[in-house]
């Protein structure tokens, strides 16, 4: 795996769960004797570490892993960690995601156990580069992802209430656009994902964001021809995922035998479908409201 090239010489050490539990419960600030057993209103503090005690000896296997990371780029460490930038790191990074999802899929969870861990060795990587040059490091990270959290459940945190996991959904997309001051629900969509993924992408946002057409239907990214024979086909091939991937690999087949390119078509489809959702958005923003 790509973690081992990585961190080939690092050796964990894994203290017995008891011990590791007590020792995460005092490092957060909480009794030993009532770990786990906190209520609903200590549940809405969020205690942390905001900095490491002076000559604590290191017994969390994360902060392990950082201190691991920390020797192999530091001087006399390994040459090849040393030399790494975010920009060389990427292609593993998107290696080990590949390698997760394959290992879920596979539902192999001593698969999923190492490449969890060779994904938390990019992040950890990546964190430790920035920490050299670009001013945040591994607990930077660790703490905007908890404030972010913490922000983003109002109703699990503070006095919020919602009904549905929808409406949490909701809340969470309107919250997300609201900090990063997004206008478009197009915005922050890597458009560099698979054709497939992109549209799908695309089409749960315009529903999050319940972006419609001037009639209140939804904007969708096919024609009405097409929908018609996609109805027609699921129909007689059943309506279920492993007969849709039976269709969509004979639709990617028959274009390929015509010198079709079906993730070609798809991303353009998709990017067509993007600029539909930014007309609409642009006219409703235009229209007076009614």
Same mark, same amino acid.
């Given at each position: 795996?790509? $973690? /081992?090239?990585?961190? $080939?010489?690092? &050796?964990?050490? =894994? ?5 590791? /539990?007590?020792?995460?419960? %005092?490092? #957060?600030?909480?009794?030993?004797? #009532? ?7 200590? =549940? ?24 691991? *990371? ?9 040459? +090849?960690?040393?030399? &790494? ?27 999923? =156990? ?23 490091? %591994?607990? !930077?990270? @660790?703490?905007? %992802? ?12 503070? !006095? ?11 809340? +969470?997309?309107? *919250? ?18 698979? $054709? ?6 695309? #089409?749960?946002?315009?529903?999050? $964001?319940?972006v419609t057409s001037a009639g209140g239907a939804a904007v969708?990214?096919?024609? !009405? ?29 028959? @274009? ?12 353009? @489809? ?21």
């Amino acid at each position: 795996m790509v $973690g /081992q090239a990585a961190s $080939g010489c690092a &050796q964990r050490r =894994r203290p017995h769960a008891r011990a590791h /539990q007590r020792a995460h419960a %005092i490092d #957060r600030g909480v009794d030993p004797s #009532r770990a786990g057993k906190l209520g609903a209103a200590a =549940r809405r503090k969020v205690p942390r570490r905001d900095e490491q005690r002076a000559g604590q000896s290191v017994t969390d296997p994360l902060r392990e892993l950082v201190a691991v *990371m920390d020797r192999l780029r530091s001087p006399g460490g390994c040459p +090849w960690d040393a030399e &790494q930038t975010h920009a060389t790191l990427v292609q593993y990074l998107v290696e080990e995601c590949y390698e997760t999802v394959e290992a879920i899929e596979a539902g192999d969870p001593a698969a999923l =156990r190492e490449e969890l861990g060779d994904l938390l060795l990019q992040v950890v990587f990546h964190a430790r580069i920035a920490s050299e040059a670009e001013g945040f490091d %591994i607990d !930077d990270v @660790a703490r905007d %992802i908890t404030d972010k959290l913490v922000r983003r459940h109002p109703h699990v945190f503070g !006095d919020a209430e919602y009904a549905t996991g929808e409406d949490v959904e909701a809340a +969470w997309f309107a *919250m997300k656009a609201a900090e990063k001051g997004r206008t478009s629900v197009t915005a922050g969509v890597p458009m560099g994902l698979p $054709g497939l993924v992109l549209a799908a992408k695309l #089409r749960h946002r315009a529903a999050k $964001g319940r972006v419609t057409s001037a009639g209140g239907a939804a904007v969708e990214p096919y024609s !009405d021809r097409a929908a018609a024979v996609a109805d027609a086909a699921l129909g007689a091939m059943g309506e279920d995922e492993q007969a849709l991937g039976d269709l969509l690999m004979a639709l990617m087949a028959r @274009a390929d035998d015509r010198g079709l390119d079906a993730e070609r078509a798809a991303r353009s @489809a998709a990017r067509a479908y993007r600029e539909r959702l930014l007309a609409t958005e642009a006219l409703a923003a235009a229209s007076p409201p009614r």
